[in-house]
């Protein structure tokens, strides 16, 4: 996480990248934009000959849902990739792994989730980390995230409350999801 951070630093305003390529032709991008913080982007997906469109964490979190739903022993193994990405790991770590796996169901590749979920959490940690603007109430900023991520993987509550509270930003997935789960 930390040589894709320097990397991303590194962008000048507007510059466009493609960060990850898969198999079938899905690209991940970055554009630098400025907006919250001076090194924030936007985090883009072009999957084949489609336009290019902008995945939110709200998208990323259904996905993992219908993963979840699908393939529950698969989506372990994803949740335990985000895991080590969370705490630094690089995705191309578990993409072998992730290829494996059959989710019947899915709005996007497994592997393009981690490098998604990678942006979005390195992201949190640039616009409401040290030196930012806002600052946020989690240590490191990644784990507003992650915390909703691991609150998917239990199972323990509806989608839909999960995905209200997400979308509204008011307050955080709750406490208990702070730490890793147990994904056995």
Avoid: C
Wanted: proline share 5%; glycine share 6%; charged share 30%.
């Amino acid at each position: 996480m930390l040589q894709l951070a320097a990397k991303l630093r590194k962008l000048n305003k507007e510059e466009h990248q493609v960060i990850y390529t898969s198999k079938k032709n899905a690209k991940v991008t970055v554009t630098q934009t400025g907006k919250f913080s001076d090194n924030d982007y936007a985090i883009g997906l072009i999957r084949g000959s489609e336009k290019e469109f902008y995945p939110t964490h709200i998208r990323l979190l259904i996905d993992f849902y219908i993963k979840r739903e699908s393939n529950l022993e698969g989506s372990k193994k994803l949740f335990k990739a985000l895991e080590g990405v969370f705490n630094g790991k690089d995705p191309e770590d578990y993409i072998d792994e992730l290829r494996k796996i059959d989710f019947p169901m899915q709005l996007d590749e497994a592997e393009i989730n981690l490098y998604v979920a990678q942006l979005l959490m390195i992201e949190q940690d640039f616009n409401f980390g040290p030196g930012a603007p806002k600052k946020s109430k989690m240590d490191p900023p990644r784990e507003y995230l992650m915390r909703f991520i691991r609150w998917v993987a239990a199972g323990d509550t509806q989608i839909d409350r999960i995905i209200f509270a997400a979308a509204g930003r008011k307050y955080p997935a709750p406490n208990k999801y702070a730490k890793s789960i147990n994904y056995d």
